[in-house]
């Protein structure tokens, strides 16, 4: 399975940005996917997910600026980011499951900044 990212960059506080992602090459339904970030010298953690039946999940700190969606059958995953804060800047990467594996994507880089 190969998981194409799209979107980042940079921004300055309080604005916004939207990450696109799309899977392809599965023989099976992928049942969750979503996107994780990594800052400098930091764990990579979960900001947010959302299953094939459509129940999402956020980290505390983006719940009410940052909104999950999919399109099943598409494969797809966006992640609409507004408000932007510093705290954001990571690289953000895409993820996903599928019953034999998860998987992920190659990684943007989200930059918030004045």
């Known amino acids: 399975v190969q998981l194409q990212a799209s979107g980042g960059g940079l921004v300055q506080p309080g604005g916004s940005l939207r990450l696109s992602c799309a899977a392809s090459?599965?023989?099976?339904?992928?049942?969750?996917m979503g996107w994780y970030r990594q800052a400098p010298g930091k764990q990579r953690e979960l900001v947010a997910d959302?299953?094939?039946?459509?129940?999402?999940n956020y980290v505390d700190s983006v719940k009410g600026r940052f909104t999950i969606s999919n399109d099943n059958s598409k494969d797809t995953v966006d992640l609409q980011m507004n408000n932007l804060e510093p705290e954001d800047t990571a690289v953000y990467y895409c993820h996903a499951v599928d019953p034999t594996n998860h998987y992920w994507g190659q990684g943007t880089q989200v930059t918030v900044s004045s």
């Open positions: 090459g599965s023989g099976f339904t992928i049942f969750v």
């Open positions: 959302i299953t094939s039946a459509g129940k999402t």
